[in-house]
């Protein structure tokens, strides 16, 4: 099933990023999607409605896969609770089991239960994380149960229903809207057009530093003992030794070129989007060192005292925002 997964992302990256003469043939497919957007989005599109006593960012992309919503959400949230704002975080709880049911995130709960990107952004932020398939159902019961002033959604841009005050799409700096056609001819979720609309574009480490957003090395925690250190000082650890990543990111390429920006000569194995890495997979690995993303390491507590984990390591990273977005986040908190 993974190599299956794994075949047909490698294809749609041909066909939307480098010019693969499917995309022709879909087009037809995509025109029928687009009037389904242009339609929804006309009847239900709720920027600028939030009547719910709370404040609605969110946090979406216009193309399908990863983009870094979550460590850009991450990084919102972080900032906001330094201004004394309470925050909660709304998710579709993607490729977990609950339904249309809205359910509060808690310590208990397991990314198969809830996702992967919700479980990390509670464990991240230490904030209400409620996870529904209605974003709408979701919001509602964020404010009924909890007294927050802001409430960011993970990913749903598209989700017209969705009342929201303040839009942010997060882009790819490299491979940018790809062919520009909607899927699924073309990565977009909807036309290009709709960056016009939005309050904010961010792209990592774009050349325009209003919307650039960087990567940084926090901590690199041992997932067995939990120790946590500086980056200088897990180097010192490593002493030179060799290094495998494995991560199941929607752009594992970053994950890797980010290690490697930073001196390391690393074994890169990539598997499909949220994906669960696998006992077996890991005791397949020889070297000493094992680095994984924080989104990966929530999928493993269960491997923690398991005999692999004290080779286990989990990179920790801070996300930096534009300045500009702060300060015009800044005065909206102020004037509203």
């Known amino acids: 099933m993974i190599d299956l997964r794994a075949s047909l992302e490698r294809l749609l990256h041909r066909i939307w990023y480098e010019g693969h003469w499917a995309s ?21 599109l709720g920027k600028g409605v939030s009547q719910q006593g709370a404040k609605v960012w969110v946090i979406g992309g216009l193309t ?51 996702g992967d990107e919700p479980l990390l952004i509670q464990n991240q932020l230490d904030c209400p994380v409620v996870v529904c398939r209605d974003r709408g159902a979701a919001l509602a019961a964020m404010v009924r149960q909890f007294d927050v002033d802001v409430v960011l959604s993970d990913d749903g841009l598209q989700h017209y229903s969705l009342p929201r005050d303040l839009e942010v799409v997060v882009l790819d700096g490299k491979r940018g809207l790809g062919n520009g056609r909607i899927i699924p001819a073309g990565p977009l979720r909807e036309p290009a057009a709709r ?25 690199v ?22 290094v495998t990543a494995i991560t199941a990111l929607g752009q594992p390429g970053q994950f890797f070129e980010m290690l490697e920006e930073r001196g ?73």
């Open 264 to 336: 390391l000569n690393v074994t890169g194995i990539a598997l499909p989007d949220h994906e669960a890495i696998s006992l077996r997979q890991l005791e397949s690995l020889t070297t000493d060192f094992v680095l994984m993303t924080a989104k990966d390491a929530v999928k493993l507590d269960h491997l923690k005292n398991s005999e692999i984990a004290s080779r286990l390591w989990v990179v920790e990273i801070e996300t930096r925002l534009p300045p500009s977005l702060l300060a015009k986040l800044a005065v909206t908190l102020r004037t509203d």
């Open 195 to 219: 960056l016009g609309s939005v309050d904010w574009v961010l792209e990592r480490n774009s050349n325009d530093p209003d919307r650039s957003f960087e990567y940084g090395i926090r901590t």
């Open 24 to 44: 022709h043939c879909l087009i037809p497919l995509s025109r029928l999607v687009e009037w389904e957007i242009r339609r929804r989005a006309a009847l239900d």
């Open 64 to 114: 399908v896969g990863g983009t870094g919503k979550t460590p850009v959400l991450i990084a919102l949230g972080e900032w906001l609770r330094h201004q004394g704002v309470s925050v909660g975080v709304i998710s579709r709880g993607y490729r977990g089991r609950v339904g249309k049911k809205a359910h509060i995130v808690s310590a208990s709960d397991s990314a198969t239960d809830v």
């Open 221 to 242: 925690r041992q997932v067995s003992s939990g120790k946590s250190l500086s980056w200088p000082d897990w180097l010192v650890q490593l002493s030179g030794r060799p």
